[in-house]
Structures are given as structure tokens and as C-alpha cells.
């Protein structure tokens, strides 16, 4: 759990390996919160093979996570049966902090009901869980980053090469502020697909599943006005 936690799709805690998570564990760190207590660290300078810089490092690695960690990843790192990267970004896609703070956490997003019991089991059982955290490290994406609600619902997918002056980040970031979620392929529930090219192989999935296919123009036209 604790090399889940530190790893690259959660925290990204670098130098927290193996050898450290065992040498931490057996100094007694078992939760997400112990990463942060300076008590764990102390004296592990003069640990055997450590020593003073690798100390700096992990130090180094706490450090970066407390200046600011984005919601999706804090959300990852609780370890919610079911409930991973791309989960996470769903669920932060449509809320921020403060939702989670005053438990109207929203749940319009496409998650199976397994997952959302799951998730709503959680919180109702940690409430303040991540207004906790927040006060160990600072939580980017504090504020809900949605302008409409237009694509409210629609999951969109991007393929393929974009036409100059679009990159996938500012289409996503487009489909997130109006409500829609991103996902990284299509499936019969892709509400959309963005591709200039037919051709392309997730163009012909979203041929098979009937899931309609719109350029980049035609998805500004949807958003127009947002």
C-alpha cells in the first residue's frame, strides 16, 4: 500500500523504493498521513548504506508533495477499492476541495455503482479526511474548475493528429471547464469522439460502436459561448 502510495500515479514521492518503504515500515510508518511525520525520519542518516544526502533526497521528495499535489492524486492515494488514477481524475474533474470539506461531493459522472457505493462509503466514513490532508500538504485543483455544465455527462475521447494551434491538454481542459471527462479510449459509452482522421484505428472502434465522430471545429461549435 505504502509503495502504491508514494508511486509514480499517486504521489510521485521519488527515492521512496522498496528498501525505504521496508526501512520506514519497520520504524513503525503504516498511513499516508505517517509519510509526512518527521518523527519516522529522524536518525536515518546513520542508518547503514543510507546516510545524510539519501536522507536529503526523501526530505527533497516531501518537500515537493507539500508545495502542492494535484486532487486526483490525494483522492488515488486513499485506497478506495476500485478507485484508481482514472477514477480519481473523474471525481476531480467535477469537484474540488471544498466539496469534499462539505460533504456535497458530486457524483454525475460516469463510474459504475459498485465504485460510487464505494466511494460514498468512504467519505461518509472519513468525512474529514481530506480537510486533514489538506493541512499536511497544499491541494491543487482546491476550487471546482467548471464554467458550465453544458457537457455535463459526455465523456470524450481525442485521437490522432490536431490541427495547428490545438493541443490535447487545451481540448481537455476545454471539456473538463464545461463539465465533460475525458477518457483515454473509446468503448460504446464514449459519448464523443475529436479526430480529424477516419482512418485512425480508435476512429474506426468509434465507427463500430456508433459513437459520432466531430473535428476539432465542430466540438469548438458544441462549447461555443461556454
Excluded: W
Aim: glycine fraction near 8%; charge should be positive; hydrophobic fraction near 40%.
Amino acid at each position: 500500500t505504502l509503495l502504491h502510495i508514494t508511486g509514480k500515479d499517486v504521489l510521485d514521492m521519488k527515492n521512496f523504493g522498496q528498501a525505504v518503504i521496508t526501512m520506514l515500515y519497520q520504524n513503525g510508518l503504516r498511513t499516508l498521513e505517517d509519510l509526512f511525520d518527521m518523527k519516522f525520519y529522524a536518525g536515518l542518516e546513520d542508518v547503514d548504506g543510507f546516510g545524510e544526502q539519501s536522507k536529503q533526497l526523501l526530505m527533497n521528495s516531501i518537500d515537493q508533495v507539500k508545495s502542492g499535489i494535484e486532487l486526483y492524486r490525494v483522492i488515488n492515494a486513499l485506497c478506495i477499492d476500485l478507485v484508481g488514477k482514472i477514477t480519481a481524475k473523474k471525481l476531480a474533474s467535477v469537484n474540488g476541495i471544498n466539496n469534499f470539506i462539505n460533504g456535497t461531493i458530486n457524483y454525475n459522472i460516469q463510474l459504475g455503482d459498485i465504485v460510487k457505493n464505494n466511494l460514498d462509503a468512504y467519505f461518509k466514513a472519513n468525512p474529514t479526511k481530506i480537510a486533514d490532508l489538506s493541512k499536511l500538504f497544499n491541494i491543487t485543483n482546491a476550487e471546482n474548475v467548471i464554467k458550465s455544465n453544458k457537457l455535463m455527462g459526455k465523456t470524450f475521447c481525442i485521437s490522432g493528429q490536431l490541427p495547428s494551434g490545438y493541443t490535447k491538454d487545451k481540448l481537455e481542459k476545454r471539456i473538463k471547464e464545461n463539465g465533460g471527462i475525458m477518457v483515454s479510449g473509446v468503448s460504446q459509452h464514449t459519448s464523443y469522439l475529436i479526430c480529424e482522421d477516419k482512418s485512425f484505428k480508435k476512429a474506426q472502434k468509434a465507427l463500430k460502436y456508433g459513437v459520432p465522430i466531430i473535428t476539432v471545429k465542430e466540438f469548438l461549435e458544441i462549447v461555443k459561448g461556454a
